[in-house]
C-alpha cells in the first residue's frame, strides 16, 4: 500500500495568494455591471458611453493576455504578477476617484491590463510550482473561477445600495494591498527561463488588436468590430507558423492531451459565460428580484461548484480524466434541463437544486480539464499555455455569450419573458452538450 504525497505547506501559501489574486480579477469584471446606471446619472453621462466602462475593461485585458507568456520568460513569473498587482490595483483606486466618464473609461483600461495578467500569470506560477502535486491542488487553485461571478454581482448590489458606485471599487483596494503583500513574502523568486526569445512585435500588433476587436464586437454586437478582428487573428496565424519565437505559440496546439484540453476550455467558457449572463437576467427582469438577490440565488451553482473542486484531486486521482469530465458534463445537462422549461414556471426550489447540480457538473468539468492542459507540458512551455488557454477560454464566453444574448433578444419579441428564456436556455443545453466531444477524447486515467 503506497501513501499519497500530501503538497507542502508553502505550496498550499502560494496557491492562497494566487486564489487572492484571482478573485481580484473576476470579481472587479463583474462587480461593476450592477453599478453601470449608477455611474450613469452620477456622472450625467449618457448609458452607451458609461457602458464602455465595462467593455473597457475586457479590451484591454484581452489586449494583455497574449503578452503574458512572453513577459514570464523575460522577468519572472513573481516579478510579472506582483507588476500587474500594483497596476490593478492603483487602476482600481483611481476607478473610485474619477471625475467624468471618459475618466473612469481610461482607468478601467489600466485596471484592466492589470487583472488581464493576473490569471494567466498566476495559473502558469502555480503549474510550474506544484509540478507532481498539480491534479491534487488544481481544484483549490480554479475556485474563484465559479465563485467569483457569484459574488460580483451579490457584493456590488450591497455597495452601490448603501456607499454608492465609488465604493465598488475603493473597498476592492485594500484586498489588492493585502494580495501584493503577500504576495511579497510566499511567491518564488524570480525565475525566468534561460532562452530569451525577442519580443514579436509584428505578432502584437496582430494578435492583441485582433483579440480586442474580437471579443468586443461579439460582446457589444457590433459586427464590423468583430470581423475586423477575424481578420487579424487569421493574419496572427499565418504570421505565426513563419517565425520561430511567436507571441502565443500555436506549436501547442501539436500536444494532443493539450489540444483537447483547450477545445474542452473553448467549450465550457462558452456554456459558462453564457449561462452567467441568462440567469441572472432570468431573476432581475422575471422574478424581479433585485441586483443582490440575484447573486444570492446564484449562490447554490457557487456551492456546488465549491464542493467539487474542493475535493478535485481526490476524485480525479480515483475516477481519471476522462470518466471524471463526462460526468461533470452530464451533471451540467441535468442542471440546466429545469431551466428549459421556465415557460411551465418551475418551483423555485426545483431550480434552486438544478443550480446545485449544475454547478457541482461545472467544478468535475473543470478540474481534469486543467490538470491536463499543464501536466502534458513541459515546465518551460506552462507559461505560454497559460497564456493561450485564457485567450481561448476569453473567446469561447465571448461567443456563447453573443449568441446567447442575440437569441434571447430575438425571442423576447415574440414570447412571452418566461418562455422567452426557457428557449435560450434550450440553445444553452445544446452549447454545453458540444463538450462531450472533446470530453470523450480525454485519457482514462491522470499523469499528473
Known amino acids: 500500500m503506497t501513501t499519497a504525497v500530501r503538497p507542502d505547506a508553502a505550496l498550499w501559501r502560494l496557491g492562497g495568494v494566487l486564489i487572492m489574486g484571482a478573485v481580484l480579477s473576476i470579481l472587479d469584471a463583474t462587480i461593476v455591471t450592477v453599478g453601470i446606471d449608477s455611474i450613469a446619472r452620477d456622472l450625467g453621462s449618457p448609458l452607451p458611453t458609461v457602458q464602455w466602462v465595462a467593455s473597457a475593461y475586457l ?5 494583455a493576455i497574449p503578452l503574458s507568456g512572453w513577459l514570464v520568460d523575460r522577468f519572472g513569473g513573481r516579478a510579472v504578477w506582483l507588476a500587474a498587482v500594483a497596476i490593478f490595483t492603483a487602476g482600481t483606486l483611481l476607478c473610485g476617484f474619477a471625475w467624468s466618464a471618459p475618466a473612469l473609461i481610461a482607468f478601467r483600461v489600466l485596471h484592466g491590463l492589470g487583472g488581464g495578467l493576473m490569471q494567466p500569470v498566476g495559473q502558469a506560477v502555480f503549474a510550474q510550482a506544484a509540478g507532481p502535486a ?4 488544481i481544484g483549490v487553485i480554479t475556485l474563484p473561477a465559479t465563485v467569483a461571478p457569484v459574488l460580483g454581482p451579490l457584493l456590488g448590489g450591497v455597495l452601490v445600495a448603501d456607499f454608492g458606485w ?16 503577500f504576495a511579497r513574502r510566499l511567491l518564488p523568486a524570480p525565475s525566468p527561463s534561460g532562452a530569451r526569445a525577442p519580443l514579436d512585435v509584428r505578432g502584437i500588433l496582430l494578435l492583441s488588436p485582433g483579440l480586442g476587436a474580437f471579443v468586443y464586437g461579439l460582446a457589444e454586437g457590433v459586427v464590423v468590430a468583430w470581423l475586423a478582428g477575424a481578420v487579424l487573428l487569421v493574419a496572427y496565424g499565418i504570421h505565426a507558423t513563419r517565425v520561430p519565437h511567436a507571441v502565443l505559440d500555436l506549436k501547442l496546439f501539436r500536444d494532443k492531451g493539450f489540444t483537447v484540453a483547450s477545445v474542452s ?39 456546488g461548484s465549491a464542493a467539487v473542486l474542493l475535493t478535485g484531486g ?27 422549461q421556465l415557460g411551465s414556471a418551475p418551483n423555485g426550489v426545483w431550480l434552486t437544486l438544478s443550480l446545485l447540480v449544475r454547478g457541482a457538473g461545472l467544478g468535475a468539468s473543470t478540474v481534469p480539464g ?37 437569441i434571447l433578444h430575438k425571442e423576447l419579441t415574440s414570447a412571452a419573458a418566461p418562455v422567452a428564456f426557457g428557449t435560450t436556455f434550450t440553445w444553452a443545453l445544446g452549447l454545453s452538450a458540444l463538450t462531450l466531444l472533446p470530453a470523450a477524447l480525454f485519457p482514462r486515467r491522470s499523469t499528473a
Open 166 to 181: 465609488r465604493w465598488m471599487f475603493f473597498g476592492i483596494v485594500p484586498l489588492g494591498v493585502a494580495t501584493f503583500a
Open 370 to 406: 486543467m490538470t491536463t492542459l499543464y501536466s502534458s507540458l513541459e515546465r518551460s512551455r506552462i507559461p505560454h499555455a497559460a497564456s493561450a488557454v485564457n485567450v481561448l477560454n476569453r473567446i469561447g464566453g465571448s461567443l456563447g455569450t453573443a449568441l446567447l444574448a442575440a
Open 59 to 63: 479590451l484591454a485585458a484581452s489586449v
Open 134 to 137: 498539480l491534479g491534487r491542488m
Open 314 to 340: 481526490r476524485l480525479l486521482s480515483r475516477f481519471g480524466p476522462r470518466t471524471m469530465m463526462l460526468t461533470g458534463i452530464a451533471s451540467s445537462l441535468l442542471g440546466t434541463l429545469a431551466f428549459t
Open 265 to 303: 476550455t473553448f467549450l465550457l467558457g462558452a456554456s459558462l459565460y453564457s449561462s452567467m449572463l441568462l440567469l441572472p437576467l432570468y431573476y432581475e427582469q422575471v422574478t424581479h428580484a433585485s441586483a443582490w438577490q440575484a447573486g444570492l440565488l446564484l449562490a447554490p451553482q457557487a456551492a
